[in-house]
């Protein structure tokens, strides 16, 4: 899958609240009542990533969850990237 342009990235993230870029990636941080529901939101975004086969990098502190994703094959963000933060936004419902 082909790298998105800065302004191709740009133009997409306009469309998907919370999300930054940050660091060749796409990032956006979740924040949950307890410790369970934002564990209970990252299982539920690893089932919807290894159905994309497409992994993000997660980082959990404690009622916080940090989603960042890149496609690392191609070096840099593709359109399976905004495609799993849509799934990713959804799985907080």
């Known amino acids: 899958m082909a790298k998105l342009s800065p302004e191709e990235i740009k133009n997409r993230l306009t ?9 060749n990636a796409i990032r956006k941080q979740f924040k949950f009542n307890d410790f369970m ?8 975004v690893a089932n919807a990533a290894e159905a994309a ?6 980082v959990i502190n404690y009622t916080r969850v940090t989603m960042s994703l890149s496609t690392h094959s191609a070096g840099g ?17």
């Open 15 to 23: 469309g998907l609240a919370g999300w930054q870029l940050a660091d």
């Open 37 to 44: 529901s934002a564990v209970a939101f990252v299982n539920r």
């Open 53 to 58: 086969d497409h992994h993000p990098d997660i």
């Open 77 to 93: 963000i593709t359109e399976k990237d905004f495609d799993l933060a849509q799934k990713i936004d959804l799985a907080t419902k």
